[in-house]
Each structure stands twice: as C-alpha cells, then as structure tokens.
C-alpha cells in the first residue's frame, strides 16, 4: 500500500497489507517513484486516479495496472443539471473496480480498520464508553456546520445526559470546544476510530470521521450540505442517517469548496440542531 504518511497506520495492522511505503515530508514524487520502481510488483492498481498516481503509473513496473472508477462525467452532471444519466457506485464499490482483472469483487460489507488494544487503552482515557461523537471538521469550508450551531447540539446533548466528545485534527479545535465537551482532537487516526467505537453514535460532515466511523461500525449521522448521497461518497453498508436540506442550488460541489458559491450557505445554516439532537437521540 502507498499513502501519505498520517494515513499509514489505519492500514498497517490489516491482515491484507503486506508492507506500507509512504511519501516522506517533501520528498520528491520522482524519488518514491524509483523506491517502489525496485519492487517487483506483478499488478498495481490505482485507486486515484489523480496527477502524482499517474505519474507512479508511468514509472513503477508492473504487469498490468488497474483503474478505479472514478464517474466523473455522471458527477459533474449531478453537480451541472441536477440529473444524472448513472448514479455513481459508491466509493469503496468503485475502489473495487480497479482489482476487476483479479476477479475480487466487493462484497458491499463496510470498510474495517484493525484497532489495537494499545489503542482501545488510549480511547477508553479519553472518552467515556456510550459518549456522543461531534466532528466539526471537514478539509472543505463549504461543508462544515457553523461552530455555533455545533454548540448548540453539543448543549442539547449535554441537556439529555449525553457525554459529548469532540474530534478531528489539532486545528479543527476552534471549532467546536466549551464546558462539558472532551477534546479529542490531534489523535492519531487509529486512536479517533477507537473512540469512534466507543461511541453510541457519531455526527459528522461528509468527511474521513464519517468512514472512520462505519470501519468501526458506530451508528452515524451525517449533515450533508454542498454535496448529496447521489454522489455516491457515503460509506456502503453502514448505519447512516442523512440530515440535509431540500435546495435548488444542491449539489454544487462533488467534493466541497472553499465557500458558498452564490454566498448564503443555506444548506449548512439552515439545518437545525434540534432535529440533529432528535436523530442523534433516537438513533
């Protein structure tokens, strides 16, 4: 498996990863493309798609490669017209695609993750069992749910005798913190999807908490605002309740953006944190 470096210990520890080679600091794409070029691989299978894997593609060896599906063309229509001629497979079903020349199929099971007890110890200091999982944080501004309204749940929550942990990267703190939330942001991944498991359910953006938390099989409840299901970004075979508004505008992103395209934001402002507290409640 080939990642960046703060992905490698979600896939380390799995039973079907033999070894993990990651792009160290700023190491040139040229110098970890001659690394794995001294590997004697029979088939790679690109799961990306994206300008650095093309160039791996082009000079790492290998018997044959596989492309995953990445449906662009019925995703910018969503994105364009609001209509699609094909709705997108999901991710994990279009990651599969790419291993179609071996014969491996998905099986629409969610994805997993290996957690150790090193990890579960770490969790079980920090989140109490049964918590409420909040994930604030989404790398695309367009998709995150304003901080105030993340309090807001957060208080209902507490109202109801919830025990509130908040997650996501060291920098995503200013997003949600206050009295009675425990911070668990900055944790390494292995250690937030231990917690995940911890949890009696998750609320999330569109986002790696949202896979995080189906790998470990946490009931979820995602708000979706810029993007839809459609898309087909959801994790398959998971416990997701979807919180989203009905509006014209949407999706005008298949990923996210920076900002609101036409300025209003209605689809992440206009969601309210009492009928999140209701789903997250009776979930």
Known sequence: MVTRREFAEVVERHPGVNSVMCREGGEPLGQLAARLAGE????????????ASRYLRARVPARAWGLTDKARLPR??????GRTTHTPASAARRYFAAARGLGVEADGASPNVVITEADREEAAERAPAGCIALGPGSTWASKRWPPERWR?????????????VALGTARERVLLEGPGIVPAYGLRLRVAAAILARARVAVVHDSGLMHLAAAVGTPTVVLLGP???????????????VIQRSLPCRPCSSIGSDHCPLGHHRCMIEI???AVAAAVMAA
């Open 40 to 51: 004697p691989f029979d088939v790679g299978l690109d799961l990306q798609r994206s300008l």
């Open 152 to 164: 807001a749940l957060a208080m209902q929550l507490q109202d109801r005798g919830a025990a509130v």
């Open 76 to 81: 910018l229509q969503l994105v364009w017209t």
């Open 227 to 241: 993007t839809v299901a459609a898309l087909g970004f959801l994790p398959e075979g998971a416990n997701v309740r």
């Open 272 to 274: 309210d944190p009492a």
